[in-house]
């Protein structure tokens, strides 16, 4: 990003290459709807391009990146369901995509682990999704997911231990 800002047009193309799937696929987790999607990725991008020229590298690229996106999505989230407490808002929301291995060695047993895991994390508050989503795929720190979600780090430390507790009780055959 600090080459982008200096001027070297090259140097978005390789942050947009790295990111963009990645930056897509936490979009698409946290909003399902494709045009919602689509459109909050292009702001994300939009934002990054009108900030190069004020960008302050505080925390590494991936963390204000993801920063970004998190607040675009809760804006969202708020525009959508205005009337919505934050409760029944915290409680819905999508899970992980599908993936389990295509490759005809995949079992049946690996899919349904998978589905019941993705089934697991949909139920999962939304501000537990995201700290799972962020420390797990993107392999962000405690002081990183905080970053991002505007959260203080025992907050984080505890939606992650809580989300741990309610997967592993859904695993052990009670509902979280």
């Known amino acids: 990003m600090l080459a982008y800002a200096a001027g070297d ?3 978005f193309d390789r942050l947009y290459q790295r990111f963009r799937k990645p930056l897509f696929g936490f979009l698409h987790r946290g909003l399902q709807d494709a045009s919602m999607v689509e459109e909050c990725f292009q702001d994300v ?3 990054v391009i009108k900030s190069r020229r004020s960008y302050q590298p505080s925390a590494r690229f991936s963390t204000w990146l ?7 999505m809760v ?17 819905e929301g999508p899970g992980l995509p599908d993936t389990a291995d295509p490759s005809p060695e995949a079992s049946a047993d690996g899919f ?4 019941r895991l993705r089934d697991a ?11 799972i989503q962020l420390r797990l795929e993107r392999e962000l720190s405690l002081e990183e997911i905080a970053e991002v979600t ?11 231990r809580y989300a741990m507790d309610k997967l592993r009780q859904h695993f052990a055959g009670g509902s979280p």
Do not use: C, Y
């Open 9 to 11: 047009a090259a140097a």
């Open 45 to 47: 991008w939009t934002r």
């Open 112 to 115: 349904q682990q998978q589905r």
């Open 75 to 91: 804006d969202v989230w708020r525009r959508q369901r205005p009337n919505d407490s934050l409760d029944e808002m915290l409680d």
């Open 66 to 72: 993801f920063q970004i996106a998190h607040n675009r």
């Open 121 to 131: 994390l949909a139920r999962l508050p939304l501000e537990q999704r995201v700290a």
């Open 150 to 160: 505007g959260s203080g780090r025992e907050t984080v430390k505890s939606r992650l």
